[in-house]
């Protein structure tokens, strides 16, 4: 089989087994529907379908605390609940419950994210995809937002390993903050997020928050209001995206594409159609630098497997029927059925006055900076080291000797396109959604929005 492009695409079908709680907002049941679209439409067939390994203990220590990583492994409801003073400090109350299977899920989407950067780092892959990844919240020491383990830290620390440089982007609707905290000091990477700013969850990115110490221009912030439609924030996107392309000129992009900043979504705030949210993802792909596409937010689920499997189509430069295929979820998208999220006519708070200031500090800002940050060239390390396969699969198989076949043996396997679960599982109920609009964190504490 040959593909047109190098595109690898990581998929991990229990992923959408687990579960937050009945009444919470993130389902990774999406990430499931967003597979039976890909599927439906062929899309399988032209790129690298992969199971990804699940990350261990010690890969998500690369970035995490060892306490909390601890914590994580053998957290349940009980344990939470008979431990508070822990749950309190790791774990942020209704947002990152400790739901069943919570460690796995987190190193379903670590794992792929950390190798889809090793696939890049090494020369196999132009593109990857890993839809389960992209959870920008998640601290050093704690969960946030609904994010435990920050998969997207991960990857940016194993593609910096072999480049020079690495730019992360964030067009989810909430400021990628547990990145750019961990690369706050740092020339070496440089964070850009548009997000709304103000009264919403998480309070940071302030257009002012640029970074500190060698850091200092490397953080780039956006903030925008209410409302904001495909032109607008094309308006913006494009000439600030490609003035940070010329000017800090990264080996790698990696790109976080939460859907909740499309119109309609049950928690954001922003007027974006599908097309215009891919419209982004097209534009980073005709730079022609490495680039790893990560999910993240989206909490209406029909429209997030929409974007998902459209945006993935954009990666393969193929175009789709409008008119949805069969598939396993097909009656989620009624009455209409089709690979559409239309903008809708809410008004637009971002004036053009507003954007233009954004857009002349933002310049500014980038103008400020050096062309490429002085950063030595240097041999390359070996790998991270890691246990070797035979030590893993004789773990595996004395945990359950009844096994034939080792974990490891298994997930290195290439999914079958028809390998998915069933699922009784609906949209879930109307919910009270207020904890993920508070302002303001421990460490950074809220700003004022841009006027």
């Not at 899309?43 to 909390?68: C, E, G, W």
């Not at 950390?114 to 780092?121: F, L, P, Q, T, V």
Request: aromatic share 10%; glycine share 8%.
């Amino acid at each position: 089989m040959t593909f047109k492009k190098r595109i690898t695409y990581y998929y991990d079908e229990e992923v959408g087994n687990y579960n937050y709680g009945y009444n919470h907002p993130m389902k990774p049941f999406r990430m499931r529907m967003a597979h039976s679209l890909v599927t439906a439409y062929g899309l399988d067939k032209k790129m690298n379908v992969i199971r990804p390994p699940r990350a261990s203990a010690r890969q998500m220590t690369r970035f995490h605390s060892d306490d909390y990583v601890e914590f994580l492994s053998r957290v349940t409801h009980e344990l939470a609940e008979n431990e508070t003073d822990h749950a309190n400090v790791y774990l942020s109350g209704e947002d990152c419950p400790a739901f069943d299977g919570v460690f796995e899920f987190s190193s379903i989407s670590a794992g792929g994210s950390i190798a889809g950067a090793k696939r890049i780092n090494h020369g196999d892959s132009d593109i990857v995809i890993n839809w389960a990844g992209g959870l920008h919240h998640a601290k050093k020491n704690a969960a946030s937002g609904f994010c435990y383990i920050n998969d997207i830290v991960l990857a940016v620390l194993e593609l910096l390993r072999y480049h020079q440089r690495v730019m992360y982007l964030d067009i989810d609707v909430h400021h990628g903050d547990g990145v750019e905290e961990a690369f706050y000091t740092t020339d070496r990477v440089m964070s850009v997020s548009f997000h709304k700013h103000g009264d919403f969850f998480p309070g940071s990115g302030h257009l002012l928050d640029v970074g500190v110490a060698k850091g200092k221009g490397y953080a780039v912030n956006v903030p925008l209001r209410d409302g904001i439609d495909d032109e607008s924030y094309k308006n913006l996107f494009q000439p600030i995206m490609r003035m940070v392309m010329e000017r800090f000129r990264p080996g790698a992009v990696v790109m976080q594409c939460g859907t909740d900043s499309l119109s309609g979504d049950r928690i954001g705030c922003f007027n974006l159609s599908m097309k215009g949210h891919a419209e982004c993802v097209d534009f980073m792909k005709s730079f022609g630098v490495p680039l790893f596409c990560l999910g993240g937010g989206g909490y209406t689920i029909r429209n997030v497997a929409r974007t998902w499997a459209y945006e993935t189509a954009v990666l393969l430069d193929e175009e789709l029927d409008p008119v949805l295929p069969y598939n396993d979820y097909y009656d989620f998208y009624g009455p209409e059925f089709r690979l559409d999220v239309p903008a809708s006519n809410m008004d637009n708070a971002n004036t053009k006055e507003y954007l233009e200031k954004i857009f002349t500090h933002v310049a500014e800002q980038l103008r400020n900076i050096p062309h490429a940050p002085s950063v030595m060239m240097q041999e390359v390390p070996k790998d991270w080291p890691e246990a070797s396969d035979d030590e893993i699969d004789d773990e595996d198989m004395d945990d359950e000797p009844e096994r034939k076949v080792s974990g490891r043996q298994r997930d290195s396997r290439v999914v079958p396109v028809t390998e998915l679960y069933d699922s009784d599982t609906d949209e879930f109920a109307n919910t009270d959604l207020s904890s993920y609009r508070h302002i303001g964190t421990s460490t950074r504490p809220a700003r004022s929005s841009a006027k």
